[in-house]
């Protein structure tokens, strides 16, 4: 079963990283978390991700990063080995559970599966407007409204 390494700005790693051990609560020790501080260099964002990858127990390890050509995302893409890690950016609830229900697939197909998951949970969503609201009065003032009381 492949782990799963977050990376992202503070806090939105661990905050997914809670978010998938409310769903999963058997996830624990397989999905990990790098908050990187606004202040962290790309040689500190690497070494926090390098310490992390090699802390994760499965064999294969997807890390999930939030923005592409980020900080997060550049540290992690220099520190993945492309065989063992690989690296897919723009992570949101969608594709972190959909990785999480496909852990035990290998990497190659556990990173289009997320893909998928994170592009399918993403839609265009808007409040339906009523066809035929009801006629109501204006106002709920039953001196304005007699016949309601």
Avoid: K
Wanted: glycine residues 6%; aromatic residues 2%; charged residues 15%.
């Amino acid at each position: 079963m492949a782990s799963i390494l977050i990376v992202a700005h503070a806090p939105l790693a661990s905050s997914l990283q809670a978010l998938a051990r409310h769903a999963f609560a058997d996830c624990e020790r397989d999905v990990a978390a790098v908050d990187l501080p606004a202040s962290a260099d790309l040689d500190q964002a690497q070494a926090l991700i390098g310490a992390a990858l090699a802390g994760l127990p499965g064999p294969e390890v997807l890390v999930l990063v939030d923005v592409f050509g980020a900080t997060p995302c550049n540290a992690a893409l220099n520190v993945a080995d492309g065989s063992r890690s690989q690296v897919v950016a723009g992570v949101n609830a969608p594709m972190l559970w959909r990785a999480l229900c496909y852990a035990q697939l290998p990497l190659n197909e556990l990173v289009s599966r997320a893909v998928d998951g994170g592009r399918q949970g993403i839609m265009e969503v808007a409040a339906p407007r009523r066809q035929n609201p009801p006629n109501r009065p204006p106002t709920d003032d039953p001196d304005a409204n007699p016949d309601r009381q």
